[in-house]
């Protein structure tokens, strides 16, 4: 993969967080330092690269969040304070979370994605609107669990725009290193607040991203996560008591179902796969990531579609836009980047395809299929 690539670098901003997280869970503030400001770096580039790249209004989000956690954590390097011990519980913590921007991705920027665009609108849109047609109550869990690349972030924050309520949002990588010390306590606020803004009625969505890497039961219990599970699963029974009328909705999102236990997964009783795209979701999802590039009329776009089977949505966002970066850069070296570039053609797709491998290997596949087949009937 070009070491400029977008998913490349998102992968990259990821990991950069997740060793934050886990440097800053030990203690080691010098090194959580060195690696927050690494994703922040990743993430400022990847908004300088793309400007318009869906996600942009998360990731901006996150690089706020990073940015204070490195400030706190100078402060507590120099301060020599204890890292979480005597520190005030801060309800800004959890209004952080809610977002004030809301991403610009709406179900319309969404390739394909039927069943569970479907999905979301019956168990949380048509019940907002007309929660008198739902007499036996409607889903308050929901789990988006599918292979990387292929939509569920991206669901979510459609979600955001779709209904006309608050979006809390809360990534794994951010949440963990503000749930650090008494994490179960900030757990039972974030539900809190979450009953406070919806007392008016208005719909309220906790979206939990990476989930597994939250609640999972590989996690060790030396920082507390078991009760975070505990606090977590309690107020999941609080929310899916029938006689409460609220909009509060909670949204996880993971790539590793199986690393969740079947406790949490109950307590999701709607459970949407989102899997890789099939032949018509790769046409879409060309047509999509075409819309804004010139394309020759060489390009037949069915067949490339059957050319990119086993390809993720963002594989295949990655293949477009390296095919295009081979017209620009050409206009770069041949006229010194004056005048257009030339539309993208078949051989350039052939050129980019040649070295590139699905990211998502079709054992895994399998692991997603059976996993589904096991646990939709649970
Ligand atoms: N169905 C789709 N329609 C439009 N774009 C898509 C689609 N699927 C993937 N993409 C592109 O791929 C990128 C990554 O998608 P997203 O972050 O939603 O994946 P994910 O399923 O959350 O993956 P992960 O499990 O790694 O978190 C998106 O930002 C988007 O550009
Ligand atoms: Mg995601």
């Given at each position: 993969?070009?070491?400029s690539?977008?998913a ?6 990821r ?13 080691n ?5 060195k ?12 908004i300088?690269?793309?400007?318009n ?11 706020d ?6 400030k ?22 959890i ?5 004030r921007?809301k ?13 569970a ?7 949380i849109?048509y ?15 929901i ?15 459609a979600?955001?725009?779709?209904i ?7 990534d ?21 607040k ?21 609640l999972g ?13 505990n606090q ?12 409460e ?6 949204i ?10 079947n406790?949490?997964i109950r ?10 795209p ?46 295009h970066?081979?017209t ?6 041949k ?13 350039d ?11 998502v ?18």
């Amino acid at each position: 993969m070009s070491s400029s690539s977008l998913a490349y670098l998102e992968n990259m901003a990821r990991n950069y967080a997740i060793q934050a997280v886990l440097k800053d869970k030990e203690g080691n503030f010098g090194e959580a330092i060195k690696y927050y400001k690494g994703a922040i770096r990743v993430l400022t580039k990847i908004i300088q690269l793309y400007p318009n790249n869906a996600l942009n209004t998360l990731y901006k989000e996150w690089i706020d969040q990073y940015k204070k956690r490195v400030k706190d954590l100078e402060n507590l390097r120099t301060s020599l304070i204890p890292a979480y011990g005597g520190t005030q519980e801060k309800d800004s913590d959890i209004d952080d979370m809610i977002l004030r921007d809301k991403p610009k991705v709406t179900f319309n920027d969404i390739a394909d994605l039927r069943n569970a665009k479907k999905a979301i609108t019956e168990s949380i849109i048509y019940p907002t609107r007309r929660p008198d047609l739902f007499p036996l109550g409607w889903p308050r869990g929901i789990l988006l669990f599918g292979p990387p690349g292929c939509g569920k972030t991206l669901l979510a924050a459609a979600v955001a725009n779709e209904i006309k309520g608050a979006f809390i949002h809360a990534d794994a990588a951010s949440i963990m290193s503000k749930w650090l010390g008494d994490a179960e306590k900030k757990v039972a606020r974030l539900f809190k607040k979450a009953r406070e803004l919806s007392s008016s009625g208005k719909p309220v969505i906790i979206f939990i991203d990476e989930v597994d890497s939250l609640l999972g039961t590989f996690s060790n219990e030396v920082g507390g996560e078991v009760r975070v599970r505990n606090q977590f699963l309690q107020e999941m029974d609080g929310l899916m008591d029938k006689s409460e009328k609220h909009f509060i909705f909670v949204i996880a999102a993971t790539n590793k179902p199986w690393k969740l236990d079947n406790a949490f997964i109950r307590r999701f009783t709607k459970r949407i796969y989102v899997p890789l795209p099939n032949k018509r979701a790769r046409i879409e999802l060309l047509k999509l990531f075409m819309k804004k590039i010139k394309v020759s009329p060489n390009v037949d776009i069915e067949k490339l579609a059957d050319m990119l089977e086993g390809y993720t949505g963002s594989d295949i966002r990655d293949i477009v836009m390296a095919a295009h970066l081979r017209t620009v850069s050409e206009l770069f070296t041949k006229n010194g980047g004056k005048g257009e570039a030339r539309p993208v053609t078949l051989e350039d797709f052939m050129f980019v395809l040649r070295d590139r491998k699905p990211s998502v290997s079709k054992d895994l596949v399998k692991v997603f299929d059976s996993w589904y087949s096991k646990f939709k009937a649970l």
